[in-house]
């Protein structure tokens, strides 16, 4: 699948409109560039709409939303679903405020998200409007093990059944569902957890995989979240190589998505089907 | 030129009064930091005029502008314009909203800009009020060729007389003119588009050495398109040569800029008048 | 010391609300995950109650402060005051507008701080309300230097015994002090000044430590900054030996902090207790 899904955003360079929180988001433009898209961040209620409308996809995180960039988020998100662009949601630290638990339920209910992509402990807020959270990282409770691994991939169909959205967790092992098909990745290292925006440099990629590929986000998103992985250990390794820190390891994964090539993709993807 | 030109910048160390985007504005602060400025972000408008008073210059990017912003941008803009402070205009994805396009052109009825630094389908978005733009990128329709060249210069420098402004239109071919002399520049690399931000860069380098040349703002502005575009070129080959990526040539960048000299400067211009 | 404050952080991974400026603001939460500490960045009034609950410390930076965000700055502080958290202070910029001014000195009647961090013209506006800045660098004519350190030293002290609060002061050479005992500090290069953010850093970094080290916020300060400048020593003399500039630089202290062990801070450790 990475062949297509790849060539596709590298053909088409998609537009990624992006509303993000303002401690990643140089990381999240320069993710969008180095894998072929093209971001564009833009968060104020009055232009949101015009924005969207040029672009190929919008992608929502909440990181540090306030009362100005909900709103921004609400319409353009709408607008997105009403030119029937792919729309990716991430929670950011769903669980940790009563402002994000009801922005993220509200943003739920007004709009129709392609791919949802949190921690396991923001997904399970999502799905059961409970839980509990470590801030902006998951719960130690709740990480995914490969004993718990089934038990995760089910609540991912069932939640992705129930909303109509593709479910990315993304933790040690990361599962990519809808509601009939899962994808389980073992890509990635431990040591991404050290530097900030992972997950949000992650959910901009999959804005720009879905940007490219509106009518199969599944694969998509399931290749966006191998890429990322697969960067993390090539940039890990380097990293030790170079004898090097978690500075340095932020910029090697950004250099490793510049370079990665839909063979490179193929061969490290650790992705079994469940 | 370039050896005035910087060492007024190295011997006052202008402050740079800086109202920009949330996206690349820890890398602008860096390169000015990088090319002997001190850079003050403050974007509050009841400051602006306190800051901008102690400044040089002052630099007004729309990259993620808002309604707060836009009126600090227009009280600091004037103030700056009463106090005589070099004013760097970069009207970040003008075209491709109408918050964008209006606050642009009021800004430019509201402000004396002395320079003006966009890419060609936002320069022509200011002089025209039309035009397209993909996004904050160019269109490719407008790129600057050899073909378009004497077009384009033509165009800069009705546009300057009309303003009274330096019009600096960058792309793969640069060009900065006032009403009756164009700087022909062709330093620069086309990976530097694959970065966020490297215009916004430029456009605070810009804000640095027209703050320390303010009688000169054509030479100043032309010496800063230059360094920009032979650090890119320096970055790029030193990014091959380490076998790196994006995230690599962007770290590089502003090491060339830190480590610039007047002599370097000068060797390396690839400058035409017209 | 170093031993003791540096285990507990890396034992309890305290969570740092960080209220802070869009500048700096990530390379703040990569030193806070280096540092052995969780970041959450937080400014939207209604939820700070919530996120500075669970959190073990609270930064507060006005770097690019404005109004909405100088309301959860009180906000915060008050409740990280009523649960008791430790609460660190950054007054950027302090005398450098009236709303800095003003903010700074109402947060103070506010909000009891453990930690204020600052140049010494920060700290002398804060101290007598009035004095000059340059921006959001220190006055020349401020810069602490040897024959002015005793000086300096009892100053410090004396503002810890009105406020309550460790004071600590940095530039070439930094005091931490409460009441009755102060650190000078020789570590650090000149270099750190060429990149945004060092301040910003080590106050992220007070954040953790002190987060960890609630009893003894002296010891945790003067060991953040002793951290700080140390890992500001070996990235400055790594960029050396790599021919780099500042980009790199910028990097490498955050691989240093990363890498940091409490051996390697003992050794490195250039304090005189006053």
């Known amino acids: 699948?990475?062949?297509?899904?790849?060539?596709?955003?590298?053909?088409?360079?998609?537009?990624?409109?992006?509303?993000?929180?303002?401690?990643?988001?140089?990381?999240?433009?320069?993710?969008?560039?180095?894998?072929?898209?093209?971001?564009?961040?833009?968060?104020?209620?009055?232009?949101?709409?015009?924005?969207?409308t040029i672009c190929s996809s919008l992608v929502i995180n909440m990181g540090t939303l306030n009362a100005r960039t909900i709103d921004s988020m609400r319409v353009a998100g709408k607008k997105a679903n009403a030119l029937g662009h792919p729309v990716v949601f991430d929670p950011v630290g769903a669980g940790a405020s009563a402002l994000r638990n009801e922005t993220a339920l509200k943003l739920m209910e007004t709009i129709n998200f392609s791919v949802i992509r949190g921690n396991i402990s923001e997904i399970k807020f999502l799905a059961t409007g409970g839980g509990t959270t470590k801030g902006v990282d998951a719960a130690e409770a709740?990480?995914?093990?490969?004993?718990?691994?089934?038990?995760?991939?089910?609540?991912?169909?069932?939640?992705?059944?129930?909303?109509?959205?593709?479910?990315?967790?993304?933790?040690?092992?990361?599962?990519?569902?809808?509601?009939?098909?899962?994808?389980?990745?073992?890509?990635?290292?431990?040591?991404?957890?050290?530097?900030?925006?992972?997950?949000?440099?992650l959910t901009g990629i999959i804005g720009a995989y879905v940007?490219?590929?509106?009518a199969n986000p599944l694969e998509a998103t399931a290749s966006a979240v191998v890429a990322m992985g697969l960067c993390g250990e090539m940039a890990h390794e380097k990293m030790l190589r170079l004898e090097a820190g978690t500075g340095t390891l932020r910029t090697l994964i950004i250099d490793a998505l510049s370079n990665l090539t839909a063979d490179v993709l193929e061969k490290g993807a650790k992705v079994e089907i469940k």
């Open 142 to 201: 709740d990480r995914i093990t490969d004993e718990t691994l089934d038990e995760v991939v089910a609540f991912a169909k069932r939640f992705a059944a129930k909303t109509g959205s593709v479910i990315a967790i993304t933790g040690a092992i990361d599962v990519v569902a809808d509601a009939d098909k899962a994808y389980v990745i073992k890509n990635g290292h431990a040591s991404m957890s050290k530097i900030t925006g992972t997950g949000c440099m």
């Open 211 to 214: 940007g490219a590929n509106a």
């Open 1 to 52: 699948m990475f062949h297509n899904v790849y060539s596709n955003v590298v053909k088409t360079t998609p537009l990624v409109h992006t509303i993000t929180n303002y401690v990643t988001v140089n990381d999240v433009a320069n993710v969008i560039l180095a894998s072929g898209g093209s971001p564009i961040m833009a968060d104020e209620v009055s232009e949101v709409e015009d924005i969207t």
